[in-house]
């Protein structure tokens, strides 16, 4: 079987969704763990070779338009050192009042609502 290792888990999930629309019909169904994708060939009339899964790889990362920095193959293992991309935001968890659902996400107007209820 052969591995497929990314650094990033988004990328990971995303490169094996569309390489699982590229494989249905040689019947190979690509198992993500962790951060590696596994090909899984066995129930297909023929093995997938290295090489060939290397250009399935190549395609799904361009149609994705995912940014690596290089591809290399390791017996039975292609690593792609993909790029972090655009750091995200900062963005501070919403909190949520357990007894109605309000939202915020400024810590205190959250304790001044859940003591409108009368709880605390």
């Given at each position: 079987?052969?591995?497929?290792?990314?650094?990033?888990?988004?990328?990971?999930?995303?490169?094996?969704?569309?390489?699982?629309?590229?494989?249905?019909?040689?019947?190979?169904?690509?198992?993500?763990?962790?951060?590696?994708?596994?090909?899984?060939?066995?129930?297909?009339?023929?093995?997938?070779?290295?090489?060939?899964a290397l250009q399935y790889v190549r395609r799904s990362?361009?149609?994705?338009?995912?940014?690596?920095?290089?591809?290399?193959?390791?017996?039975?293992?292609?690593?792609?050192?993909?790029?972090?991309?655009?750091?995200?935001?900062?963005?501070?968890?919403?909190?949520f009042c357990p007894f109605c659902g309000y939202?915020?996400?400024?810590?205190?107007?959250?304790?001044?609502?859940?003591?409108?209820?009368?709880?605390?």
């Amino acid at each position: 079987m052969i591995k497929i290792r990314l650094r990033k888990n988004e990328n990971t999930i995303n490169l094996a969704a569309s390489m699982a629309e590229e494989l249905v019909p040689l019947e190979i169904v690509p198992i993500i763990k962790n951060n590696e994708i596994v090909l899984d060939d066995s129930s297909s009339s023929r093995p997938l070779s290295v090489e060939e899964a290397l250009q399935y790889v190549r395609r799904s990362l361009e149609r994705l338009k995912t940014k690596y920095r290089y591809i290399y193959v390791k017996r039975e293992t292609i690593c792609v050192e993909d790029l972090e991309g655009e750091e995200k935001k900062y963005e501070p968890p919403l909190l949520f009042c357990p007894f109605c659902g309000y939202v915020t996400q400024y810590e205190e107007i959250y304790w001044i609502h859940v003591k409108s209820h009368g709880v605390i």
